[in-house]
């Protein structure tokens, strides 16, 4: 088994309704807010950042993502 192979795959489908295939990284709270690091199937480069809301996952991006990468790298997180 490949450290790629121990990874949870997963599904998103994008605004207009594609389906895209991501491989979950990390899943944390910081703030009481649950987030989720997962990098892209086909291109690892390609990460993202979401946050969970009422209304399903966000893409988080600005002043949020860089405050929560770097509770992340600062071990701040639950």
């Known amino acids: 088994m490949t450290a790629d192979d121990s990874t949870e795959s997963i599904t998103l489908i994008d605004e207009a309704g594609a389906e895209r295939r991501y491989r979950l990284?990390?899943?944390?709270?910081?703030?009481?807010?649950?987030?989720?690091?997962v990098e892209a199937a086909d291109d690892p480069s390609q990460v993202l950042l979401l946050r969970e809301s009422t209304d399903g996952l966000e893409t988080v991006d600005g002043e949020e993502f860089r405050r929560v990468i770097t509770a992340l790298e600062k071990d701040e997180v639950e």
Request: glycine content about 0%.
């Open 25 to 37: 990284h990390d899943a944390f709270d910081v703030e009481d807010v649950h987030y989720y690091l």
